[in-house]
């Protein structure tokens, strides 16, 4: 076995099968060997985590809104990523939507490329987009390296998005299949909104009873059943995004003992926060689905705990705060969107184990799961032999106050400023290089595409 470049070790290293003292070796990027703690070459450069830190994978969060080309007043690939490195993310897949023009043709993509070459602190892959009419576009998109395609059931908040119907999702969905790549969903039905709409229309839009009615449960649960049927006929993988409605747990759950291919993530707001708790006017909570009662998030807790829903992504969607109405307060004409890319590790952790989670489940949740998602498990997600050498280094006992100006995010507005989080991340390293140290950032952004391998 060849000298490793340095090693990397701790007393609490998370591993694939266990939580143990290791060395990590580490050779031009690459994660070499997983030895015991001593076992360390003569004269080798070594990092010791000490008694107290966690060596843990870097994180995979495949649900970010850099909003770059085009609306980069909201976000940015310079930002975003530097947000992730500060949070222990070491990889993040972009949405489709929000960028100008969205990436839903393969010109749109190499533009989405264009605009992130350099600026990229943290390796960064891409989803396509499926809107009407677009399916001859998806395996030029898919063969060029996007990781699979997003839709929209209901109205995405942009123009230049449009949502599918049924009757679009069946053009699309059989090419999908065809080509083997996954469809993800924002899984809310119009119809159901518009309805709540109209009889919200006279009540006052700065309580968030209001908005909550006005995104029933009926949405995403009607969305559900839709794309449980459409994977069943149509043999496409299906990935539903952000679920909220715990009305929805038992189709999915019979769907997936029948072998439907459909998975789900959720996000750390609904696990974090319930509607009985958000004042009237405080628009930094709103995005869609909403965040719902605290029954629904206990239901959520224990769908995680199960293995129903699989990840937990932060859907970072971050706007400029004049968009959030904070000035009115009104929760129907704000944008709807948290931001949280930096805080996803410690936010789960706090939470987590609060309810007897351990650091294996952290790993799955905010590593494994979403690599595995995006065909990146065999090189993201794990400290083992031949990844990826992306690691965290963070101390789980240590507390923090969020506060704005610790964020790296371009915008500041987020519901959690002024909440206390146990967690904090010291170290964050990518293909061996450190990324990020205690508030400093390495002076060059190294972070690469994540393309499809073996593709243009």
Not at 89 to 114: G, Q, R, W, Y
Request: glycine fraction near 8%; aromatic fraction near 6%; charged fraction near 25%.
């Amino acid at each position: 076995m060849s000298s490793p470049d340095f090693v990397i070790r701790g007393h609490k290293v998370v591993l694939p099968e266990s939580v143990a003292p290791a060395s990590v070796h580490i050779r031009d990027g690459i994660i070499s060997a997983v030895l015991a703690y001593n076992e360390i070459p003569p004269a080798c450069e070594v990092i010791d985590a000490g008694a107290d830190s966690i060596v843990m994978p870097g994180l995979v969060d495949t649900h970010v809104h850099v909003n770059e080309p085009g609306r980069t007043q909201w976000e940015g690939f310079e930002t975003a990523t530097r947000a992730a490195a500060a949070g222990g993310v070491t990889s993040v897949v972009d949405m489709p939507l929000n960028s100008i023009p969205p990436t839903t043709s393969l010109e749109n993509f190499k533009e989405k490329l264009a605009a992130a070459s350099g600026k990229c602190s943290v390796d960064v892959g891409f989803w396509g987009g499926v809107v009407p009419g677009n399916a001859a576009a998806l395996q030029p998109l898919f063969d060029a390296g996007v990781v699979g395609f997003k839709c929209f059931l209901v109205h995405s908040g942009v123009d230049e998005f449009p949502n599918v119907t049924e009757s679009d999702l069946r053009e699309a969905m059989p090419e999908l299949a065809r080509i083997g790549a996954v469809l993800i969903v924002h899984a809310e039905v119009p119809e159901p909104i518009e309805e709540a709409l109209d009889a919200e229309k006279e009540t006052d839009p700065r309580k968030y009873s209001t908005f909550l009615r006005s995104r029933p449960r009926e949405a995403e649960d009607r969305a559900v059943e839709l794309m449980i049927r459409l994977s069943r006929e149509t043999g496409a993988r299906v990935h539903i995004v952000h679920h909220s409605s715990s009305d929805a747990l038992p189709a999915l759950r019979n769907a997936k003992a029948e072998g439907v291919k459909i998975t789900v993530e959720t996000c750390p707001h609904y696990l974090c926060f319930a509607a009985e708790q958000i004042a009237d006017g405080a628009t930094e909570f709103k995005c869609c689905p909403p965040v719902r009662e605290r029954e629904n998030r206990e239901k959520l807790w224990h769908a995680l705990r199960e293995g129903l829903i699989e990840m937990v992504v932060s859907d970072h969607s971050p706007c400029p705060p004049g968009m959030k109405c904070l000035d009115t307060g009104n929760f129907l004409e704000a944008w709807g969107g948290i931001s949280s890319l930096q805080l996803r590790l410690p936010i789960m952790w706090t939470l987590a184990r609060e309810r007897g989670f351990s650091l294996s489940h952290l790993a799955e949740w905010l590593c494994r799961a979403p690599a595995r998602l995006v065909g990146l498990n065999k090189r993201k997600g794990a400290i083992a032999a031949g990844y990826d050498a992306d690691i965290v280094i963070w101390n789980p006992e240590k507390e923090f106050r969020v506060e704005p100006s610790m964020i790296q995010h371009r915008h500041k507005l987020t519901p959690y400023n002024g909440r206390a989080l146990s967690g904090v991340i010291e170290e964050t390293y990518l293909h061996g290089r450190k990324i990020y140290d205690r508030g400093e950032f390495s002076e060059k952004p190294s972070g690469e595409m994540l393309l499809r391998r073996g593709e243009a």
